[in-house]
């Protein structure tokens, strides 16, 4: 073998050097996977009273999406790479005409290793950058907004829990309920981008407006957003965590009696499906009423039973609280000018009422207090 073979094997080598010294090469995996996580609250609480038409006014939730994928890191960071310089015809030259005396294999190796080094070493120069980093594992998403409304983005998982000691003791689903209030176009949303380790805005969803939240008792709600994936999920979408809320018999109709059972089917979005509730109306009158009704069946048959229970001041506000499953109390300023403290217990086929009027000294309204089994004012 020539002496000279070894030197242009080197050149090439060197060649090849110069040409992907300073290069990064980035390969993309599986990060982008299972970004989001949804969450939700219930900004107005855990107790809420019928609405007028729409089941329960006042639910709403607070949705929120967060993006998983760890914050991009946008400051300046310092890099220390390699630059090599073209060989010169001089030095190829050069190259082709060295020689390195034979020794033995082992001498002749070390000796052209030691050439190799020193010929790169001069051949190269280290320099310091500063640049922005490269975050191979931050993602931004977008997506479209999640809304209730004529084209549902979420799906409420609503649930009524069995009442303590109920014979059936399965939980009763909710379903969605809401009749087209009008239809043309709507306005075009555009899509919203979510940074990496960002957590979006909170979509305020009317989720009492579109499920038909009937009966009174205790609900669970979580939702389910079907357009982003989440491969930890038994159906494979995001879900949200879930929230629990209680729902009281009591309504509040801007109607007279006779109005709304000519037209209860209306304001309850169907026939009733609940086995009591409780009524505030307006009469001929500044002040207005509560009555409450109870599900009557013996043999089949239905009927609903009526009573009124109490006038309700102009300008006032009843309190309202649940005592057991079917046990409430209420207290009312009075037309007359006192209060009245009343428990209504459902438990049985005619109600079991008890009344007790109070006394209001210098406007001071007493404060319903119900611990355990036990109904007062103070």
Known sequence: MKEGSHMRAYS?????????????VWALDDSGKDLIEAKITLPNGDLYMRGTTDPINDLVVSLTLTNKSPKENRGKETLTVTRPSYITEDERKKLETEKIEYKGPDEYKAELDRFYKKFVEDKTKSATLEQTPVNPKSFGYAYAI???????????????????????????????????EHTGRMDVEPNKYLAAGETSEAFVLPAGKFYRIIEPGTYTIKAVLRMIGDSGKPDKVVETNEETFRVLPYKVVPQKIDNLVEAWDDYERGHPDFNFMIYQLKRAAPWQEIYYVQRIKVRGMERWEWHRLCSVAQDTTPQVAQVSP?????????????????????????????????????????????????????
């Not at 090439?12 to 990064?24: K, M, R, V």
């Not at 549902?152 to 909710?174: C, S, W």
């Open 146 to 180: 999640p809304e209730l409304g004529p084209h549902d983005l979420v799906e409420m998982i609503i649930f009524r829990q069995p009442d303590p000691g109920a014979a059936d003791a399965k939980p009763k689903r909710v379903m969605r309920d809401m009749p087209v």
């Open 12 to 24: 090439l080598s060197l060649g090849a050097l110069a040409l992907l010294a300073g290069t990064t």
């Open 326 to 378: 079917t046990k409430f109390a209420i207290l009312s300023v009075q037309a007359k000018g006192d209060a009245g403290l009343y428990t209504i217990d459902f438990a049985k086929v005619d109600p079991l009422v008890t009344a007790k009027t109070l006394e209001i000294k210098e406007g001071n309204v007493p404060k319903l207090k119900v611990e355990g089994e036990n109904v007062s004012a103070e």
